[in-house]
């Protein structure tokens, strides 16, 4: 098919061609004193992606998820009690894998469409006055339902209840691309991946530590080895890695930083904002709804809800083959349910259009009872008359 293939899922996201030109590079020695020189200034500047001062970021040749592995295994002790609420796909794996590694899980059931419950968070902290629990895990934006949660809460609640728990937050599909504020939170593990607001092919787990995590790495007694972030702390001192670096990685992201620091951290957010708000004005034209709940609709991607006697794979299915665009589908328990548009990364007001146009047809083609030209209409207007 002529043209290509437009991505519209949450992640991997589209890679600016500058950022693959970046990569385009010749193979290099990564023990050689030149490597520093690329990698210092990275670790540096992506602290300015967290909002973070204090704290200390981390590049892993991995993806999001062993992100999550290494906050848990480095700061904490086979047994140790974590709590974590579950509503959707990423929470849920992220319950999996702390109840894998032999973590005592406290989970709480949230409906889906909704996030983390801050006046149950605070009750429930207030009451482990013995702090049994040594980490909240936060799941910032739940990819599969699109759905944000209030991290600034999440911190509020646990100094309310004066509870000295580490809050790890899962920013995959957060952090470089809508409002993510390290120090001001109060977080002491930022997780994220290269594939999603970084604007990369997937391979990197971008992560970073506030001191009290990086302490807790001391006494933390899980075994430990290719991510142990000690060993990783004491090879960046001095710009290197303690095992081969993916370097054309390096180099992309060292182009990503350059163009989401130009841009600035306030204008990307509200780039996202913006752009989200037409999709969802295009959503509420075709009298559709979000599977997010009001107050929590995420900036990154909209879980559109389809009528009952729909199956949203058949719009995924006809939007792929016939209009070659990609969208995201629903996740276990919304699988069929709904369908994702993702609005994260390297998107303007026309890729949105372009989303929406494909998808009104799609919807079009299976019989959705929408006027055509509603949703495109709607965005367009919010987009023309918003736009700087
Ligand atoms: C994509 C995603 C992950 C998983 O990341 P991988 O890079 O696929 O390991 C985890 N959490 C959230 C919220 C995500 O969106």
Redesign the pocket.
Known sequence: MAGRNHLFI??PTNTPHEVLSAMHVPMEDHRSPDFPKLMKPVLEDLKKIFRTESGQAFVYPA????GWEIALTNTLSPGDKVLIYRFGQ?SHLWINMAQRLGLDVEFHEVEWGKGIPLDALEARLKEDSSHEIKAVLA?H???ATGVTSDIGGVRKAMDAANHPALLFV?G??SIASIEFRMDDWGVDGAIS?S??GFMLP?GLAIVAFSQKALQATETAKFPRCFLDLKDMANANKDGYTPYTPSTPMIHGLRKALDMLLEEGMENIYARHHRLAEGTRRAIAAWGLKLCAQPGFESDTVSAVVVPEDKDARDVISTAYHKYNISLGAGLTEVAGKVFRIGHIGDMNDVSMLGAIAGVEMAMLDNGFDIKPGSGVAAAIEYYRSTAS
């Open positions: 949450p992640g993806t999001g998820t062993a990423f799941t934006n739940e990819t899962d995959v599909s991946g594939q999603k997937a």
